[in-house]
């Protein structure tokens, strides 16, 4: 039976910290192969335009493939900054919409108003964790 992580956020960040170590003391040249490029652009993100110029030519990625890796680049950065808050230490202190960790260990979005979690409330659910939902892509239609 698997037991979940008493601590999802440290749990989280120590996997972050150990694929950007593994990477970063390995030796092999991370370029040569188009999926380790891929990995690498992702965790460490390529720095400057020869190097992705390089990468182009290499593998024949375009245009789309730098702004996916980007993309995700930025949304691996963005997960290592999170942070989980123990409902133990605090609640929310403005009612709205937060990505909430469940005791059954799973993550999922709920409404958090008059001090209560609404959908944890009327499902039984125990919430340990919670943190604020990140920003809606720019562009995009925000109801909330």
Not at 39 to 48: D, H, K, L, Q, S
Not at 73 to 91: C, F, G, P, R, Y
Not at 105 to 124: E, H, Q, R
């Amino acid at each position: 039976m698997y037991v979940y992580p008493a601590d999802p956020c440290k749990e989280c960040m120590n996997a972050f910290q150990s694929i950007q170590r593994t990477i970063a003391f390995d030796s092999r040249d991370w370029a040569a192969d188009s999926r380790l490029a891929w990995i690498y652009a992702i965790v460490f993100g390529w720095v400057n335009d020869d190097s992705w110029n390089e990468l182009y030519e290499k593998f024949g990625w375009d245009e789309s493939d730098r702004k996916r890796a980007e993309e995700l680049h930025a949304q691996w950065e963005n997960a290592k900054q999170a942070k989980w808050t123990s409902v133990e230490d605090k609640l929310p202190n403005i009612d709205g919409n937060y990505m909430v960790w469940k005791k059954q260990g799973f993550y999922f979005v709920d409404s958090f108003k008059d001090g209560k979690w609404l959908t944890a409330s009327l499902c039984n659910s125990i919430i340990t964790h919670w943190m604020p939902l990140p920003k809606p892509p720019e562009g995009a239609i925000s109801f909330g």
